[in-house]
């Protein structure tokens, strides 16, 4: 089975973890600043907090914007749960906006209907790998008083119309590390912003609310630390953030493949009277985290199983979080709330595409769902 994401891990890889087993840190040492400030630089922002996972870094995230019980916030409802999951974990409410129906990134003018007296925060999240429309939910969050949230564990690597990129465009921008992701630690994540307020509220956060950290207590010769708010254990290990390191280092030869790939499907797809890609806005860099394509929502179900019959990992993403039980018993959502997701929902299929399967995969992949879909009644 070609799966529709994987890691890849090298020989460079591996040595650099074996590297930290055998010295003095493996946890909260200086291979976890040397990641948090690699990334950084990479994305051009000034602080960036590195955590357990994807997860903890939009927890850390709520919690540095000080997200309280009756609070909302909004969420695009095409995402991976934890995107709205961080909001209920602060006793808040996500209230889910809809998606542009070509590119299913959150549509600022539902953003706007969907704001009441109650909203602090808006989580935009840059679905499949192309950034959300940043500068139209900024002016949105200038003229109500909101705090903008980035989830980006789609879209390292991207930039939007202007060259700004995918990370450095909200109060705060969080990546995941997940194995699926453009680069992994295993599990991991990483909030980023350029407020040091914010980034020293999350540091804390991720360490029970404690003050000091352990390397700094040695430094400075104390025994002394106070926990001054309840905090987590989501901290990060520097095992883990060695192969993030030198998985930095091929991140672009990573875009470069997805994107080759991409541009692939795209032309075998051109014109398909079934097989619709999502739309590309002008003069972005897409980072394609995800292949996505539209086909007859009548023909999905079939069409999945005999691709992956086939030996072709296809997926879908998302359930829209609205239909999850747990929403629609704690917060009385269903279907209707957001009418465009929830259409598009039906047709969606992502395709395998990650930078260890080869071209010819990709081909066969493109040519089996064409071939599938015509024998699909
Ligand atoms: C992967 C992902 C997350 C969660 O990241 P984890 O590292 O798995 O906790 C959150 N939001 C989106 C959009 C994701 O794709």
């Excluded at 540091?203 to 040695?218: E, P, Q, T, V, W």
């Amino acid at each position: 089975m070609i799966p529709y994401g994987k890691h890849i891990i090298d020989e460079d890889d591996i040595s650099e973890v074996v590297k930290v087993l055998r010295g003095d840190w493996l946890t909260t040492g200086p291979i976890v600043t040397d990641f948090e400030n690699g990334v950084a630089k990479y994305i051009g922002v000034k602080e960036a907090v590195a955590v357990s996972s994807g997860t903890a870094a939009l927890h850390a995230a709520m919690h540095a914007l000080e997200i309280k019980p009756g609070d909302e916030v909004i969420v695009s409802p095409l995402t991976f749960a934890a995107s709205a999951n961080c909001v209920v974990y602060m006793g808040a409410t996500p209230v889910f906006a809809d998606v542009n129906a070509d590119t299913l990134l959150i549509d600022p003018e539902s953003v706007i209907q969907k704001i009441t007296q109650k909203t602090r925060a808006i989580i935009a999240v840059d679905y499949a790998g192309q950034t959300c429309d940043y500068k139209a939910l900024k002016s949105i969050c200038e003229a109500h008083n909101l705090k903008l949230v980035g989830d980006c564990c789609h879209s390292i690597g991207a930039k939007d119309e202007d060259g700004n990129t995918a990370g450095s465009l909200a109060d705060i921008s969080v990546l995941s590390f997940h194995p699926v992701k453009h680069i992994t630690t295993g599990e991991g994540g990483m909030a980023l912003t350029d407020d040091p307020e914010l980034a020293k509220r999350m540091r804390s956060f991720r360490s029970h609310g404690i003050n000091i950290d352990a390397s700094a207590r040695l430094e400075k010769c104390t025994w002394v630390y106070e926990m001054q708010e309840l905090g987590y254990n989501y901290r990060i290990t520097d095992i883990q953030c060695a192969l993030g390191l030198s998985q930095l280092k091929k991140l672009d030869n990573f875009l470069e493949i997805r994107r080759k790939y991409a541009a692939k499907y795209r032309f075998l797809f051109l014109n398909h009277y079934e097989i619709t890609p999502l739309r590309i806005k002008k003069g972005v860099q897409h980072a394609f985290h995800l292949y996505v394509v539209k086909v007859p929502a009548h023909k999905r179900k079939a069409a999945f199983e005999e691709m992956r019959n086939q030996g072709f990992g296809v997926n879908v993403h998302y359930i829209p979080v609205h239909y999850h039980p747990y929403y629609m018993n704690n917060f009385k959502t269903g279907t209707g709330l957001c009418p465009v997701a929830e259409e598009a929902y039906e047709g969606l299929m992502t395709l395998p595409l990650h930078p260890g399967m080869t071209e010819r995969q990709v081909d066969s992949c493109a040519k089996a769902l064409d071939t599938i879909l015509k024998a699909c009644s």
